[in-house]
């Protein structure tokens, strides 16, 4: 069985190599018409070109979430939204941003005191945005995001709950209430808001393709797994190691043994020292039957 993940800067280099796994495809984006968003930016601009400059940066770093796991493209986002509080104190987007991206460092951190340093800036990063916009979409689902990275699933799914109802549509938040429901043990929650069929807008890629494969894997409903992940490449996302593991256990519970073979020596080949107890342990907290069940599958190969 493969082993942990070592500790050190080894394992987050490792990390970064894991954030393909949720790399979105440009199909899923539904872009707000241009005019929509020229009134948009044109009403920002009369209040303060600061402003306007501010939500540019949040929106441009907001595209970025994705993927997940890779840490570089996340401390690249960080300073970003940090710009873009600066610029304008009094916008929510930079503080939501910031939430989003201190999480999931601290979700990939593997030291405890800075891991618990990086949930307290997101904390209080997370009261200022919903003080400044408490029915703000964003704010709220950032914050889901937060509770589930800290273990605070109850709460987590309360603020990721009442984001999908303040947003519908917007993919971004969609997205971070699928993640979080991951997280928070809540796949039927992370299916229905990454649901292939769900209308999305906002800019940039979101990763709803993926988030239902990992919510299908939960549910048992093997072959949409299959059918999620073979279909990324073809929709702009590239095969990962989690992708690959993910489709390996499918194929498993499937009982398509040469195929699930198949894949697992497509993942040693790439990714040979690939961290599958860390990688399960991370996505699967409060899971314990669905990280038995997945290590389990790779034993036999």
Do not use: C
Not at 113 to 133: I, K, P, V
Request: no cysteine.
């Amino acid at each position: 069985m493969r082993g942990l993940l070592l500790v050190g800067l080894g394992g987050v280099a490792m990390i970064v190599m894991l954030g393909m796994w949720l790399r979105p495809g440009n199909d899923e984006a539904g872009q707000p018409s241009n005019t929509t968003r020229q009134a948009e930016r044109a009403a920002l601009g009369q209040q303060s070109l600061a402003r306007l400059q501010a939500a540019n940066l949040a929106d441009q770093a907001r595209g970025m979430f994705f993927p997940v796991f890779d840490v570089k493209r996340q401390q690249i986002a960080l300073g970003m939204f940090q710009h873009s509080t600066e610029l304008d104190p009094a916008l929510p987007d930079g503080y939501a941003g910031m939430v989003q991206v201190l999480a999931t460092l601290a979700l990939l951190s593997q030291d405890e005191g800075t891991r618990e340093d990086l949930l307290r800036q997101a904390s209080q990063m997370s009261g200022t945005a919903l003080e400044l916009s408490p029915s703000g979409a964003w704010a709220n689902a950032s914050n889901g995001w937060r509770l589930a990275v800290s273990g605070d699933a109850d709460e987590a799914l309360k603020y990721a709950r009442l984001s999908a109802e303040l947003a519908p549509e917007d993919g971004h938040v969609l997205d971070l209430v699928g993640i979080a429901a991951l997280i928070a043990n809540e796949p039927e929650l992370a299916a229905e808001v990454s649901n292939p069929s769900r209308v999305r807008s906002g800019s940039g890629r979101f990763g709803a393709r993926n988030i239902w494969g990992v919510s299908q894997l939960v549910l048992g409903n093997y072959e949409n797994v299959v059918d999620a992940f073979q279909g990324a490449p073809a929709a702009g996302a590239p095969v990962s190691g989690p992708s690959l593991l993910f489709q390996a256990v499918a194929h498993d519970q499937l009982g398509n043994f040469d195929e699930a073979q198949r894949l697992v020596d497509e993942l040693d080949a790439t990714w040979p020292d690939f961290p599958s107890e860390f990688l399960v342990q991370r996505i699967f907290p409060g899971d314990a039957d669905m990280r038995k069940k997945i290590l389990e599958s790779l034993a036999k190969y």
